[in-house]
């Protein structure tokens, strides 16, 4: 775009920047001990990368994937899980064997052969105790037993449930399945299988091609990549330190997670701070003054958008949901070591290579395409000519994906649709749901006290919805006592992960809570789901004010308004919203999912605002210091003008990255995938490039209230208003 006087300004920076590098060069210290800092940094940064670099792929050894991680912490399910270990005589974990005939009914030698199928396994490694008796379906056309697995399995565990499944097809004419907690787990440890390696590379690789598309260069890339690498073995590490010692809790997810946020956010950051160090070589700057100039301008946006996603991650540890609470501290540190690694190795490096580092596309004070923004340099004069149409089209466009938010059921995802693809575990569940009564393979459990057994089993029977109740027997054919306390198996008429099962926990417990001198629990799968979705209600009504007012606070702190952080936030508020309705739309007519973890809104709000005002801050961070030159009208276009390409180019590789996350077979992190990456997009190339610049060129001044921009345009307008001519009448 050409704005008046813009050539001047031009030549006036050229003139600042070489009299910067002369004063610089006239400097008494020894030429050569201007090289010492960057030459230390960056002797420092691969000495942390080739020590460090290793613990990316060691974190997965302290990860746990155990139930218990990702419950509330004050639930009355976890209670249960807590208090349900000590009427175990060791620690272990059920599988679940069902065979189901091919030919219609299973014969008494099938049911004989199951037996010995399900006793063969006694004494092999980490197998506890007997086998339980083989029972047969109410239909005659499936078996079912269980066998306990031992959790000092852990990485073991798919390997011990493939043992199990192997000899339960010893059994001629039936079809045979391994379902239950041990084989979810075992589940588990196969989809998380890799995540060292595989979701790296496949993150650094889509990053990689990304960048060399873009920036057409050859070291640049490798270079950011390489910073990257370094703040991820730099933080793996410290994570690793800190779950060894059991500081921090760290599973699947979180690990996931942490790894696509380090390289996501260095990759943004350093190309932000590369983008202005390209400014200024093209303006003729030398390399080590055109560094300083670069960090000094960009360093402090750098670090407000980190902050702002540190801080957002920060209030995680609000949650009562022990998963959300872990990913708090360990995202933080992530956004820590990228902060870091922008922030010092990539200026150091910079400093070195000059405009070595954009070889082939050097850019150069004698090649005016050097640095080309005609594409923002339309889209800002189409901004200057039509502010108000184009920010009410984004409206509309925004207000109708918000129209779909209730499409987004977030009542938890079914058992079935956990695993993405086909799981043993799923199969095994839905063959049992065919053949025996809806929960039978995820009873429910009640605890009560031993006084008041039988007033227990009898209220729970009562309930609506209950098909079964059974005390846990000792030896001796009576109940099992543990420390005055009983434990009761409830099985209940429909599949443990169903809206009717969830109805009748709620029943059960309103029932047995009123048993008198019973203090009985009710936990299980089935009250595990219930308390989550119930933790997560109460997670998103206080995580999300808060994570609202810390970003509303950091924006004040930056931009010197009280008027522009409101309306940026909620910009990126609306953009949430929209996401959420189209992903909705997407997960249920598109992706088969019939609903969400209940988490997943809570982790898209803290990723999508605060990422989203990351780049808002990216945008009017040069706006505010354009327009203190030129005024808001010019200075938000030229702001938009000079930071689109990379601020777009950061957004797109961020949502990339982010969708790596759809490698791991999980609904979880497929619907975090879609939703950030998604939102993220929408953000960049919608809110940033065309609603949020319009509305601040539309407005003018008054978004900047009660800044140094507000009361310059006030008075620029009173003097225009004593310049008009006054008409005399007669």
């Not at 596309?361 to 005016?368: E, F, G, N, T, V």
């Not at 000519?385 to 779909?404: S, Y």
Request: with cysteine.
């Amino acid at each position: 775009m050409t704005c008046p006087g813009f050539n001047v300004r031009l030549r006036e920076i050229h003139e600042s920047a070489r009299r910067y590098s002369t004063d610089w060069e006239g400097m008494s210290a020894p030429r050569a001990a201007r090289w010492i800092v960057p030459v230390v940094l960056v002797l420092v940064w691969l000495g942390i990368g080739g020590t460090l670099g290793p613990y990316a792929g060691k974190l997965g050894e302290v990860a746990t994937n155990e139930q218990s991680s990702f419950l509330p912490s004050s639930a009355e399910s976890t209670r249960v899980l807590e208090q349900q270990n000590a009427f175990q005589q060791e620690n272990t974990t059920p599988a679940i064997v069902v065979w189901e005939a091919r030919d219609g009914r299973i014969t008494p030698d099938q049911r004989e052969a199951a037996g010995r199928a399900l006793a063969s396994l006694q004494g092999s490694p980490f197998i506890s105790g007997p086998a339980s008796p083989v029972i047969p379906s109410e239909d005659g056309a499936a078996l079912s037993g269980v066998v306990q697995v031992s959790s000092e399995a852990g990485e073991e565990s798919p390997k011990i449930v493939d043992r199990i499944r192997e000899a339960a097809e010893q059994v001629p004419g039936t079809g045979a399945h391994v379902g239950g907690p041990a084989a979810t787990q075992a589940d588990f440890s196969d989809a998380f299988a890799g995540i060292d390696t595989l979701l790296v590379l496949v993150a650094l690789s889509v990053v990689l091609v990304i960048l060399l598309l873009v920036y057409r260069s050859v070291l640049l890339p490798l270079l950011i990549i390489l910073g990257a690498v370094f703040a991820l073995g730099f933080a793996s590490a410290i994570a690793y330190y800190l779950a060894k010692n059991d500081l921090v809790t760290v599973d699947g997810q979180v690990q996931g997670i942490l790894s696509i946020l380090v390289i996501g956010a260095s990759t943004d950051y350093a190309l932000l701070l590369s983008a202005r160090f390209r400014e200024e070589l093209a303006l003729g700057t030398d390399r080590l003054p055109a560094v300083l100039t670069a960090w000094r301008r960009s360093a402090g946006a750098i670090v407000a958008s980190g902050g702002t996603v540190a801080l957002g991650l920060l209030a995680l540890l609000l949650s009562d949901l022990s998963n959300n609470r872990a990913l708090g501290p360990v995202g933080a540190l992530g956004i820590a070591c990228a902060l870091l690694s922008a922030l010092t190795y990539l200026p150091a490096v910079l400093a070195l290579l000059g405009r070595a580092a954009y070889w082939p596309a050097r850019p150069h004070p004698d090649r005016p395409g050097s640095s080309r923004h005609g594409v923002w340099e339309r889209i800002a004069r189409l901004i200057d000519r039509h502010p108000r149409r184009i920010w009410a089209g984004c409206l509309i466009v925004l207000l109708a994906g918000a129209a779909f938010m209730p499409q987004l059921r977030t009542d938890g995802v079914p058992l079935s649709e956990t695993f993405v693809g086909e799981a043993s575990s799923v199969t095994a569940q839905e063959v049992l749901d065919d053949h025996f009564p809806g929960g039978s393979g995820n009873p429910a459990i009640v605890l009560a006290d031993a006084s008041a057994l039988p007033q227990t089993i009898s209220a729970a029977e009562q309930v609506q919805g209950v098909s079964g109740v059974r005390p846990r027997m000792a030896e001796g054919d009576r109940p099992l006592v543990v420390d005055g306390r009983a434990l009761v198996e409830v099985t209940l008429s429909g599949t443990a992960d169903s809206d009717a099962a969830r109805q009748t926990v709620d029943r059960l417990r309103d029932r047995l809570h009123g048993v008198a001198g019973a203090d009985a629990l009710v936990g299980g799968y089935t009250a595990q789901q219930v308390d989550t979705q119930a933790a997560a209600e109460r997670d998103r009504k206080v995580i999300v004010p808060v994570v609202l007012v810390i970003i509303v606070g950091i924006l004040i702190a930056l931009l010197r308004s009280l008027a522009m952080p409101v309306l940026l936030v909620a910009t990126v508020a609306l953009n949430y919203l929209a996401t959420l309705g189209v992903a909705g739309l997407v997960f249920q007519h598109i992706l088969g999912f019939t609903g969400t973890d209940p988490s997943v809104a809570l982790y898209g709000f803290v990723f999508l605002v605060a990422l989203g005002v990351d780049y808002n801050i990216f945008l009017m961070t040069r706006a505010r210091e354009e327009s203190l030159r030129h005024g808001v009208r010019s200075g938000v276009l030229r702001g938009l003008t000079v930071t689109g390409g990379v601020i777009t180019s950061a957004g797109v590789v961020l949502a990339a990255t982010f969708a790596a996350l759809v490698v791991i077979p999980l609904a979880f992190l497929v619907q975090i995938a879609f939703i950030v990456a998604f939102g993220v997009l929408l953000d960049t190339l919608l809110v940033r490039s065309l609603l949020v610049p319009a509305l601040v060129r539309d407005a003018g001044p008054t978004v900047w209230w009660p800044g140094t921009l507000y009361r310059r345009g006030r008075e620029a307008k009173q003097v225009r208003e004593l310049e008009q001519p006054v008409h005399v009448g007669r």
